[in-house]
């Protein structure tokens, strides 16, 4: 592998690994003895904010030997409209590796074959690997496997995330189930197109009955600010609460990307009741970016 572009171009071998990997290197956590970035230089690329992926990044990077060089888009030349190829060309002649946060993964794609370095997708408007990666991560850690489980995503079913976890879901054989509106449900041909146990519905307690995971994000993603009013309306009820916890029997895992909204995606006292998972999942990201980092070839 010598990319991290999306979820859908990992196979199951591959997501093992990753996860394998961060298992070691959160056992051994700190600056790594061998130090296998030593004298790599990282461009982080971020059009949108971000707080756990560029600390993670950016400390990850540092524990293994290499530096980061954060770049927000607005400061570079990129956000005065210098094309993607043109800024992919340029760092692939100084970078050894970047970190791309954007809006369209055409250009995270593109950007990995114009600059001919190792790069990872940071989020784009259709995936979060990154984020998937933890997810499984903590999901192994805290039910010792992902075989067999069935994982409830609550929420706006065609945003990033719900996109990973649907390749998740595809590539590693574990149930998905997704309660979304019917407007921001994944497109039906996507779906098929992964294959594997994903069922897709409007009933949020029929999709939290028995499930081992109740996940939920946003219901505003970053460049959906236009739709905001719309999506409010959308979304009441599309929430992580007492009632689909109960649904779910009493004792899933709560897991939430972040950053949260309290009272739309989840209310408030089942997020604090489940903050030691959240967090987990959200220090997750740091071993599971230094897998990643470690695994793309030179
Ligand atoms: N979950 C996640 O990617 O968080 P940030 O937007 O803060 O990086
Ligand atoms: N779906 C969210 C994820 C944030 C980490 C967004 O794109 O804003």
């Not at 199951?12 to 961060?22: N, P, Q, S, V």
């Not at 770049?71 to 970078?95: C, F, H, K, S, W």
């Not at 997810?135 to 409830?152: N, P, Y």
């Given at each position: 592998?010598?990319?991290?572009?999306?979820?859908e171009?990992?196979?199951a071998?591959?997501?093992?690994?990753?996860?394998?990997?961060?298992a070691?290197?959160?056992?051994?956590?700190?600056?790594?003895?061998?130090?296998p970035?030593?004298?790599?230089?990282?461009?982080?690329?971020?059009?949108?904010?971000?707080?756990?992926?560029?600390?993670?990044?950016?400390?990850?990077?540092?524990?293994?030997?290499?530096?980061?060089?954060?770049?927000?888009?607005?400061?570079?030349?990129?956000?005065?409209?210098?094309?993607?190829?043109?800024?992919?060309?340029?760092?692939?002649?100084?970078?050894?590796?970047?970190?791309?946060?954007?809006?369209?993964q055409?250009?995270?794609?593109?950007?990995?074959?114009?600059?001919?370095?190792?790069?990872?997708?940071?989020?784009?408007?259709?995936e979060?690997?990154?984020?998937?990666?933890?997810?499984?991560?903590?999901?192994?850690?805290?039910?010792?496997?992902?075989?067999?489980?069935?994982?409830?995503?609550?929420?706006?079913?065609?945003?990033?995330?719900?996109?990973?976890?649907?390749?998740a879901?595809?590539?590693?054989?574990?149930?998905?189930?997704?309660?979304?509106?019917?407007?921001?449900?994944?497109?039906?041909?996507?779906?098929?197109?992964?294959g594997g146990?994903?069922?897709?519905?409007?009933?949020?307690?029929?999709?939290?009955?028995?499930?081992?995971?109740?996940?939920?994000?946003?219901?505003?993603?970053?460049?959906?600010?236009?739709?905001?009013?719309?999506r409010?309306?959308?979304?009441?009820?599309?929430?992580?609460?007492?009632?689909?916890?109960?649904?779910?029997?009493?004792?899933?895992?709560?897991?939430?990307?972040?950053?949260?909204?309290?009272?739309?995606?989840?209310?408030?006292?089942?997020?604090?009741?489940?903050?030691?998972?959240?967090?987990?999942?959200?220090?997750?990201?740091?071993?599971?970016?230094?897998?990643?980092?470690?695994?793309?070839?030179?």
């Amino acid at each position: 592998m010598k990319h991290l572009l999306s979820i859908e171009s990992l196979d199951a071998a591959t997501i093992h690994g990753i996860l394998a990997r961060a298992a070691e290197l959160k056992h051994q956590r700190g600056p790594h003895p061998e130090a296998p970035l030593a004298g790599e230089c990282w461009a982080l690329m971020f059009s949108k904010s971000s707080t756990r992926t560029r600390l993670s990044f950016e400390v990850g990077i540092r524990e293994l030997g290499g530096q980061p060089i954060f770049l927000a888009a607005n400061d570079i030349q990129l956000g005065r409209g210098e094309p993607i190829r043109d800024t992919a060309r340029v760092m692939g002649r100084m970078a050894h590796g970047a970190v791309i946060r954007t809006f369209a993964q055409a250009d995270v794609e593109e950007f990995a074959a114009l600059s001919g370095i190792r790069t990872i997708n940071a989020l784009t408007d259709e995936e979060h690997p990154c984020q998937i990666l933890s997810d499984l991560f903590t999901i192994a850690e805290k039910r010792g496997a992902l075989d067999g489980l069935t994982v409830t995503f609550i929420g706006d079913g065609d945003c990033n995330v719900a996109r990973s976890w649907i390749w998740a879901a595809a590539r590693l054989g574990f149930a998905l189930r997704i309660a979304a509106p019917s407007k921001f449900q994944p497109p039906a041909e996507l779906v098929r197109r992964a294959g594997g146990n994903i069922t897709v519905t409007t009933d949020v307690l029929g999709a939290s009955d028995g499930a081992d995971v109740l996940y939920t994000d946003v219901w505003v993603s970053m460049g959906k600010e236009d739709e905001a009013a719309f999506r409010l309306a959308q979304f009441g009820g599309y929430q992580i609460n007492r009632a689909a916890v109960d649904a779910a029997g009493g004792t899933p895992l709560v897991m939430h990307c972040l950053p949260a909204y309290r009272g739309k995606e989840i209310t408030d006292d089942i997020f604090e009741a489940n903050a030691p998972t959240i967090f987990d999942q959200a220090e997750n990201r740091l071993h599971a970016q230094k897998a990643v980092l470690t695994l793309l070839e030179k």
